[in-house]
């Protein structure tokens, strides 16, 4: 059978030790049997290793941060478009999610499909909306409460029992045991996620993860759960194994079919010790752990991409438990020539 | 450490029923998977024959049986043993006593 050629732009090659999605979403996407795909990076960082790793990403070209206006952006992509007839594009950072969701249209009318959450979805699953959220969809969520401001954090013990987790709106999560520790975290990420900063109740139990797909109407595509079983210093997963649990899928499918989620997701949960599941966090995106889904008979990056282009797909039925992965650091060899035409150009 | 129980606790354990997790795996090599945790353990050969006997469904005394006329070891010894290890099965949440 030919291979369709298709040409796929991708977000998140920052493959580091603490990993954007973007090369496994790559290498789900080369496994594909049915296309014959050609990898466009988009990079924010002249440093993100996927952009030198050459069997990965055809091309990469440098993208304008999100925050320094949705226009800047949009005409670089419509630049980079003019060269290389983008099919599909997939961002794959919570940050720049609401610029391209908001740009959907527009990129659509310039040829380039995308299959993202609306709005609505990605405004509700918010971290600081997880109670509301779990209350209209029937999800155990612990109690989380925005905080703008350093003199909130004397009202939290009112409202909260110590430990408590102070989060970031898009990234970082750490454990506090009072309120200086909650003072501290609090600096450290509203300095570099702004505000507001999010306290949630912490609940004790096992960590575990799914990464689903959902079709927008309603349907799952795909799911399979997860558990971390080596965890970095910032949270990632650096190892983990494929589950065997109804409950967990029974949560996803309930989730899906409910909000009638479009676009990958990934749902991070706390098991504890009586078998009760509290969703923690929503992430709107692809995980960066998804490779280890393709491993396991599920290739999520493949099936995002047929959706994106309006292909029918087939909902996957099983995947193998006891999947592992592993991930592990390797030192490419660059050029200062590369860096140089990165630099210079913005192409490379 | 001595720990006294009271006189009917043995007989009364004895009486209890297991049930194994069912969906654990149990390779010959002593490999044991809990698929529904990610949780994977290691036995030794005898650990794997009781596990695997637990697990088939026969109760302690049967189990007691077949370990006595199968290895040297007299009842009191495997009886500690036996309650140990089904106490660590618990502990890792792989078996709970039958209601």
Redesign the interface.
């Known amino acids: 059978m030919d291979k369709k050629k298709i040409v796929v732009a991708v977000t998140g090659l920052n493959n580091t030790d603490n990993p954007g999605p973007g090369i496994p979403v790559i290498r789900g996407i080369r496994e594909s049997k049915e296309f014959d795909v050609r990898i466009i990076g988009l990079a924010y960082e002249n440093l993100e290793p996927g952009i030198y790793m050459k069997d990965i990403v055809d091309k990469t070209y440098q993208i304008p941060y999100p925050s320094t206006g949705s226009d800047v952006l949009m005409d670089r992509i419509s630049y980079i478009n003019s060269i290389e007839n983008i099919d599909v594009l997939i961002p794959n950072f919570d940050a720049e999610l609401y610029t391209f969701m908001k740009s959907e249209e527009l990129l659509k009318n310039i040829g380039i499909n995308t299959f993202l959450p609306t709005i609505e979805q990605f405004e509700e699953r918010h971290k600081s909306n997880l109670p509301a959220f779990g209350k209209k969809y029937g999800i155990k969520a612990p109690f989380s409460k925005d905080i703008i401001s350093p003199l909130d954090i004397q009202q939290i013990k009112y409202e909260f029992q110590y430990p408590v987790l102070v989060k970031g709106k898009f990234y970082d999560a750490y454990i506090a045991y009072n309120e200086e520790q909650v003072t501290n975290h609090f600096n450290k990420i509203s300095a570099k996620w702004g505000v507001p900063v999010i306290i949630q109740q912490f609940i004790r139990g096992?960590e575990v993860n799914v990464v689903a797909l959902g079709d927008g109407k309603g349907n799952t595509i795909g799911a399979v759960p997860?558990?971390k079983?080596y965890i970095t210093d910032k949270g990632k997963a650096w190892g983990?194994?494929?589950?065997?649990?109804k409950k967990m899928l029974e949560i996803t499918h309930n989730l899906i079919s409910k909000t009638k989620w479009r676009g990958g997701m990934e749902l991070e949960m706390i098991k504890t010790i009586n078998n009760e599941y509290y969703m923690i966090e929503i992430n709107p995106r692809i995980p960066a752990w998804v490779y280890l889904a393709v491993g396991a008979g599920q290739n999520i990056p493949e099936a995002l991409v047929k959706l994106a282009l309006g292909m029918k797909v087939e909902p996957y039925k099983s995947y193998e438990?006891?999947k592992m992965f592993i991930r592990y650091s390797y030192d490419l060899i660059g050029d200062i020539r590369q860096f140089e035409k990165l630099s210079i150009s913005g192409e490379l | 450490m001595l720990i006294l129980l009271p006189s009917n606790f043995r007989n009364k354990f004895n009486m209890q029923k297991m049930n194994i997790k069912k969906?654990i795996?149990i390779s010959e090599s002593g490999f044991v998977?809990d698929?529904?945790?990610?949780e994977s353990y290691s036995l030794n050969a005898i650990g794997v024959e009781i596990l695997t006997l637990l697990k088939e469904g026969n109760d302690q005394q049967e189990i007691t049986d077949f370990v006595l006329q199968k290895y040297e070891v007299d009842a009191d010894t495997f009886d500690n043993n036996y309650y140990d290890f089904i106490n660590m099965l618990k502990q890792f949440n792989l078996a709970k006593t039958e209601a």
Do not use: W
């Open positions: 096992t997860m558990r079983q983990g194994i494929t589950l065997s649990d438990v006891g | 969906d795996a998977f698929p529904t945790t990610g």
